[in-house]
């Protein structure tokens, strides 16, 4: 089975510094990992995905993550958050146990950015 | 390109009533699927249609949700009768088919939000 865990329900930074958002994933074959945000009223948007070609994947709006097989991690970063970056952001894996086809989601962390 | 949409946005219902959520995805997506999100919990897979054909049901919580997509386009899902514990947000994705190369990319509508009292 595959499983997804992002550590801490809400990450708090201030505008212009480091953005960390953890997730530790399992899988039992090779797994393509997903981060998705969601801002309010809308519907969940694809930020950057990692389908096994390079290990340092970059996305939309200046956020990268890092695929690291040895410690099954996929943590989402950003250099200098910005007040539009207030959101929520899920990890997601997926693999060919379900024919890519079912993603499973960690349970979310809320950014919160302060001026 | 319009995106996948989700009708209603949010529907407030007693328990024992019915509800219908429809979920219209982009056009020429194959791969048709639900999700629901429980307060605080983690977004979890119910259903997926490739057409008009259910692939896999394996999340579906009891019998009591019926999912159609009727001539492979727009999907449905009732809840009948609703429980209280079915109160969520039900999110619809839809993504080309595997063979597009790809797999795995879900466009996500912006969720329905059920409350059951």
């Known amino acids: 089975a595959q499983s997804v865990t992002q550590l801490g329900s809400h990450v708090s930074v201030s505008e212009g510094a480091l953005v960390l958002l953890r997730c530790n994933y399992s899988?039992?074959?090779?797994?393509?990992l997903f981060w998705y945000v969601q801002y309010p009223n809308q519907g969940l948007q694809l930020l950057l995905k990692?389908?096994?070609?390079?290990?340092l994947v970059k996305g939309i709006n200046g956020f990268e993550a890092e695929f690291k097989k040895s410690e099954t991690s996929f943590h989402l970063t950003k250099p200098s958050a910005h007040m539009s970056d207030a959101a929520e952001y899920f990890c997601?894996?997926?693999?060919?146990?379900?024919?890519?086809?079912?993603?499973?989601f960690g349970t979310g962390t809320r950014l919160l950015v302060s001026p | 390109e319009a995106g996948v949409t989700q009708f209603p946005s949010h529907s407030v219902i007693e328990k024992g009533q019915t509800v219908t959520l429809r979920c219209d995805p982009i056009?020429?997506?194959?791969?048709l699927y639900w999700y629901r999100r429980v307060m605080g919990k983690e977004i979890k897979f119910l259903l997926h249609?490739?057409?008009?054909?259910?692939?896999?049901e394996s999340g579906m919580p009891n019998n009591r949700f019926l999912a159609e997509r009727t001539g492979g386009t727009y999907s449905t899902l009732k809840v009948q009768p609703a429980e209280l514990e079915d109160s969520g947000v039900y999110f619809c994705?839809?993504?080309?088919?595997?063979?597009?190369?790809?797999?795995?990319?879900?466009?996500f509508g912006p969720g329905t939000r059920l409350t059951v009292l």
């Open positions: 990692y389908t096994s070609a390079a290990t």
């Open positions: 899988s039992s074959v090779p797994p393509y």
């Open positions: 249609f490739v057409k008009e054909s259910k692939q896999d």
């Open positions: 997601a894996v997926i693999n060919s146990n379900t024919g890519f086809q079912k993603l499973v």
């Open positions: 056009s020429g997506h194959d791969n």
């Open positions: 994705a839809s993504s080309q088919d595997l063979a597009s190369g790809r797999a795995g990319e879900q466009f």
